[in-house]
């Protein structure tokens, strides 16, 4: 066995004081659950306070906007906690935090306004407080998040947090060192370290390599037991993992890369077997019901309220160029059936077959019109028409031209797999950064990782997510041409 032994020496007393005072990573759950029940409380408190200065009426009743804060501050902060996302892992997800802050919130209000209804008590409420109370507690919610993640990222990086004493055992390798670093990044001090052997190990040597752990860990005053070795030697983890019951401390097995990706899938147990989903099939019929819900909705409100734009994009289209209003193409649908998408015209001529070319910045192809439209996604209108008929969804991968997906097909693995769901509107490559033209193969492979993610990490929260940054997106338009 190697030892590493930390500057503190090998007896447990040496500890540093300083260290007593200090903040446990793990305790940061409990932290932000607090900081939640306050910000929803104080801001109950000041948002009646607030609605009352503005109607010009008497002071509300403090025990009243008190007591209906705490009920939303325990709803709201167990509905967080039970998800787990307290965890300082999960605080650092910024954008992951933002969306489930809106959606719980929001969950949050409904039930307590609904309970409150059926009770016939909401009339003791007024509805300018809650709305007022909903912004405020939002905003400041979502402005911890923040304040989170940069004290996190700075504690860390200053070792602020008390550091949980480890015993690695490892059999060496590159990826054991960079699993160890990243352990010491988020609290852990690894204070010794064994080496295991190449090759098989026998029955006869699991216990006399305990009794080296056993050792170590009372001399050194160890936390926790860390294994890092390869996955290519899981049977030497599952040895040692029954071993190493016999002493009175955690263990952990910490794994990294895409090894780490597979096993943090969602699990099944199917009987004595575990089943790991490593690639999301098609979403199942409640999901599809969810999801064409949610389509047809969106897509009947946006109609309703973007007929007039798109009846003078219609206009100016006919007026100032000849040829149809609407541009026609066949594109690959969902399980790869073609269907016809629809557009604004926004070029001068278009072509279809193997000779097939984007759009790109200056293109002579694209008319005035065409220009405001293709940067507004004023052109993209009339496929809330595709929504209806159920061949497009509003959020999924773009679809492409046909000739343009037979060739990325052979140029990039996995690309067919964008067809696993509808293509939509908008997507969550396109909320990213990955819109417009893809010139490289580069800039497409980026733009089909972005799709895949959203493919195996669907949820309705997410679509919504993407229609939100999506209109926050359009109102500053670029790089589309």
């Not at 005053?221 to 996955?231: K, L, Y």
């Not at 897509?299 to 309703?304: E, N, S």
């Not at 192809?365 to 996604?377: C, P």
Request: hydrophobic share 45%; proline share 4%; aromatic share 10%.
């Amino acid at each position: 066995m190697t030892a590493l032994n930390a500057n503190e020496g090998t007896n447990p007393a040496a500890r540093s004081n300083r260290e007593r005072f200090r903040l446990c990573y793990e305790h940061v759950q409990g932290l932000a659950f607090a900081c939640d029940a306050a910000i929803i409380i104080i801001t109950s408190i000041v948002s009646g306070l607030v609605y009352h200065f503005l109607a010009f009426s008497s002071s509300g009743d403090l025990i009243q906007y008190s007591a209906f804060g705490l009920m939303i501050a325990i709803i709201f902060s167990s509905v967080n906690h039970i998800r787990r996302l307290y965890s300082g892992d999960q605080l650092f997800n910024v954008i992951r935090q933002a969306r489930n802050v809106f959606f719980n919130l929001i969950f949050t209000f409904f039930l307590l306004t609904t309970v409150a209804f059926a009770l016939k008590i909401s009339d003791l409420i007024s509805r300018g407080y809650v709305l007022l109370f909903f912004l405020f507690a939002l905003t400041a919610l979502l402005g911890c998040r923040y304040v989170w993640r940069d004290f996190l990222r700075l504690s860390l990086d200053r070792g602020l947090f008390v550091r949980r004493r480890i015993l690695t055992i490892c059999d060496g390798n590159k990826g054991s060192d960079a699993t160890i670093s990243e352990l010491q990044r988020y609290g852990h001090m690894p204070v010794s370290q064994l080496i295991l052997p190449a090759g098989e190990i026998s029955d006869q040597e699991i216990p006399i390599i305990i009794k080296q752990v056993a050792a170590a860990s009372y001399n050194l005053a160890i936390d926790e037991i860390v294994i890092t070795v390869s996955m290519q030697r899981f049977g030497i983890v599952t040895q040692l993992v029954d071993a190493l019951r016999s002493l009175p401390l955690p263990v952990r097995f910490a794994v990294d890369g895409p090894n780490a990706d597979v096993i943090s899938r969602s699990s099944h147990k199917l009987g004595s077997i575990l089943s790991f989903q490593v690639q999301r099939h098609p979403l199942s019929l409640s999901e599809r019901a969810l999801k064409r819900l949610f389509d047809m909705s969106i897509a009947l409100i946006a109609l309703i309220t973007l007929a007039p734009i798109m009846l003078l994009t219609a206009i100016l289209i006919k007026l100032t160029t000849p040829g149809p209003i609407l541009f026609r193409q066949m594109r690959f649908g969902a399980n790869g059936r073609k269907f016809e998408i629809l557009k604004f015209r926004s070029m001068t001529m278009s072509s279809e077959g193997s000779e097939f070319r984007q759009a790109s910045r200056n293109d002579a192809r694209v008319t005035w019109v065409g220009r405001f439209i293709r940067r507004s996604s004023i052109d993209e209108l009339p496929q809330l028409w595709n929504v209806l008929r159920g061949e497009m969804s509003i959020v999924g991968p773009r679809p492409h031209a046909v000739a343009h997906d037979e060739a990325y097909e052979d140029l990039i693995q996995r690309y067919a797999m964008r067809r696993f769901m509808k293509p939509g509107l908008s997507g969550w490559a396109q909320v990213n950064g990955s819109r417009g033209e893809t010139p490289t193969i580069e800039s497409m492979e980026l733009r089909v990782q972005h799709d895949l993610w959203y493919i195996d990490n669907w949820s309705i929260w997410l679509d919504s997510l993407i229609v939100i940054r999506t209109a926050i997106m359009l109102c500053n338009p670029k790089d589309v041409y």
